[in-house]
């Protein structure tokens, strides 16, 4: 499954991935662009703004959930987000 789409991850932070390897992090106060790029199992998004920190997740699509592992760094936060429709 894609993950191409809008992500809502609780209720004000939302992932918007383009099908071109392009997205957003879309926050009350504003967007940060970044660059996405999947091989396997793991996502990688690197911001064009130097002030946002890169991450890497594992990551699975089940129906409308996606789910995330990762983060920054060596973060190893879990998330779950729900595609908007």
């Known amino acids: ?5 809008r ?3 609780d209720g004000t932070t939302v992932y918007r991935f ?3 390897g392009k997205g957003a992090l879309v926050l009350m ?3 940060y662009e970044f660059n996405y790029t999947i091989e396997g199992e793991k996502l990688y998004i690197d911001f064009i ?4 920190l890169d ?3 594992t ?3 089940q129906k409308r959930m996606l789910f995330l592992t990762g983060g920054p760094g060596d973060a ?3 998330y779950v987000l729900t595609r908007m429709l």
């Open 55 to 57: 991450a890497s997740y």
């Open 1 to 5: 499954p894609s993950i191409k789409g």
């Open 7 to 9: 992500w809502d991850l």
């Open 18 to 20: 383009d099908s071109n």
């Open 29 to 31: 106060y504003g967007e």
């Open 59 to 61: 990551f699975q699509v």
């Open 76 to 78: 190893k936060s879990e």
């Open 49 to 52: 703004d130097e002030g946002a």
